[in-house]
Each structure stands twice: as structure tokens, then as C-alpha cells.
């Protein structure tokens, strides 16, 4: 198991089989020790590659966002939900369908911060059904930006999300891949990294 | 004038005699090496304080935060507002009055994450009538926790929560304090600093 992985067993709740609290160390309280490990190695995978910009959403992808701009020594560029909006001129929009609620949210960014000429890496914590990540592609193809791959902290393998974007052709890297949590143990199974 | 007064002028825009856009650099494009700079030197305000625990509220006081939180080598907290909430457990609540459309919004903090042994650093991006930060505050004695201080990167002193936290008793440290804007000339007037 790697740093992550096993930080998710110690700390992670299995609340269902589909349900996991990270909130001690990632999404509520964070821990920055942890989130500068996150960066250095999402860093370290998509070293290869000239990224000029990091793009993430609000709320809890902004620290995982930070470390791993930090580490590229690029800026990051955060998308708003539509309701916050105090933007200057005009802004990229994509539709997205929340979860677990299934409630359609717009989400923006202004055009004055994404160009043709960007090179993005996507950042997000938590993938389930990729809706959001796939949200943020949308924002960087309107820009005629190129999406150079996206990254996350954790991904919950038996939701969709994962599939559906690697299908789409894009390069995705996970941290720490669950396949299954079992609520009455509390057992989580990883997939296996090379 | 100090580095986050100097790029307040060079890249903020006066949108009004009250509203500053600082969306390039600061809540929605972000300069990494600018926030680590706001950090160290929050870090460097308040070195004199044992502070176990920062706290911030949802969005974008979260980078912010973070780059204190990282100086002092503590985790970060950050409150969130109520419609987000999946928490296990109890929750400490406070309400606020946003600015500036005047709805009122619950914050919430898991009780797991306060105690009463924490010495809180407060944090935010821009204060203006110092709702948000008060609601931490809040939330913080809640907990019987100690506020050791507050600390913000733009405090918009023409705006009545500097004067307002200040007269509580608390102390609350300002990057960059603008007395006042003109929106004709775009002219920043800021506070001196010693």
C-alpha cells in the first residue's frame, strides 16, 4: 500500500458500500503533510508532460489543487459554481449533475484565465461518477486549451467515472484506486498500482 | 508599500468605491509563490502564538489558509456551509449574513475537529463587514477553544469589521488595508503599516 492508501485505512469511515469519510484528513480537517505528499506525487506522474496551468472546482479540490500547482510552480485556477459569481467579462460554462444529489449545477470560469495556449492538468480529490471532472474538461476544450491529463487524490472504482474517462481518451491518474469497502467490516480493497 | 499592496495596484481593479477585483491572483486565478508569500509572512505575525489548529471557511480562504497552515506546520480546518454538509457526527453551527447579498447562511464545523485545547488562527481571503470571520469565531467558542487571532490577507477598512473584531478584543492582523478606492481614477488609498 502506498502513503495514501494506507492513510485510508487507518483514518477513512466506511459509512456504506458506497460511502467513505475522509473528512479527518482530507475534505474537513486537512492534514497539509499529506496533501504536500499528494502534490509531490501527482507532480512526479505527470513530470513528462509542460503543464502551464492546474484547474480544479470549488470546494474541497482547492488544497489538493494548491500542493500540486505548488509543485509545477504554475497557477491554479479554481471553477466557481454559478451561484458565487463576481467575475469580471465573460466566462466558460459547463453543466454538471451533482452527487449524490442528481441536481444540475452550472460551473464557470472566466475566459481571461484559460487560452488556447494553456496546457491543463485537472485536479480533483474524490472521483465517484466523474461528472465534475468531466465538467472541467468541457471548460478547457471551450477554451481550445489542451486537457495534458487529470489527477486525483482518491477514485471509487465502482462507480463510473474512471471508465468513462479514460474511454474518452484521456490520462487519469489516481492515487489510491477502491474497488469495493465493505460496510460491516469496514474492509476496503484497493486496485493494485504498478 | 508592501508585496501584496504593490500587486493589489498593479493587477486589481476598482470596480466601485466598494468592490475590488481581485480574481487574477487571488480567488479564482491564484499565484501560488504570492499565497506562500501571504503565508509566511501571517506565519511571521503570529509566530509568537502556540497555534494547534487554523480555521477557515468554504471557498476561497481555503488557499489562504493553507499556506499559513503549511508555515506552521498544523492541519487545517475549514467550515463549511450547511446545504454541503456529509459529516459524521456533531456539529458545531453559527449563522452569518453574507456579504453583500445579506442571506443568511449556517457554517458548520464537526464538534471531532475543535477542542478545547486548540489555540485557533482564523483565516480568510478579504474581510469587509467581518460576518464570516465572527462566524468562526463563533465557532471557536463553541468548542471552548482559544482564538489566538485573526489573520486576513486584504482588510477593507471603509467596511465596519476590522473596527468590529478589533473592538471584541480580538487581534486581527491585514496584509494589505484599503482605506478607500476610486473607482474614476481606479486610486487605492491604503492604511500605513508600522
Do not use: W
Not at 79 to 95: C, I, P, T
Request: aromatic share 6%.
Amino acid at each position: 500500500m502506498n502513503f495514501l492508501e494506507e492513510r485510508i485505512v487507518n483514518d477513512g469511515i466506511v459509512k456504506s458500500a458506497e460511502v467513505l469519510l475522509v473528512d479527518s484528513f482530507l475534505n474537513h480537517q486537512m492534514d497539509i503533510a499529506l496533501l504536500e505528499r499528494i502534490g509531490a506525487e501527482l507532480h512526479r506522474r505527470f513530470a513528462d508532460k509542460p503543464i502551464t496551468k492546474v484547474l480544479t472546482i470549488e470546494t474541497s479540490g482547492i488544497a489538493v489543487a494548491y500542493s500540486v500547482a505548488r509543485a509545477f510552480g504554475v497557477p491554479l485556477v479554481f471553477a466557481r459554481k454559478s451561484r458565487n459569481v463576481n467575475l469580471d467579462g465573460d466566462a466558460y460554462v459547463a453543466e454538471i449533475e451533482s452527487y449524490p444529489t442528481r441536481k444540475l449545477t452550472q460551473i464557470i470560469v472566466a475566459k481571461k484565465y484559460l487560452s488556447e495556449t494553456d496546457r491543463v492538468l485537472i485536479i480533483d480529490d474524490i472521483m465517484a461518477n466523474g461528472c465534475a471532472l468531466q465538467g472541467l474538461i468541457a471548460l478547457v476544450e471551450s477554451a481550445d486549451a489542451t486537457v495534458e491529463g487529470l489527477g486525483v487524490a482518491i477514485e471509487k472504482a465502482f462507480q463510473e467515472g474512471g471508465h468513462r474517462i479514460r474511454n474518452l481518451g484521456y490520462r487519469l491518474e489516481a492515487l489510491a484506486t477502491i474497488e469495493a469497502m465493505d460496510p460491516e467490516t469496514g474492509a476496503i480493497t484497493f486496485r493494485t498500482q504498478e
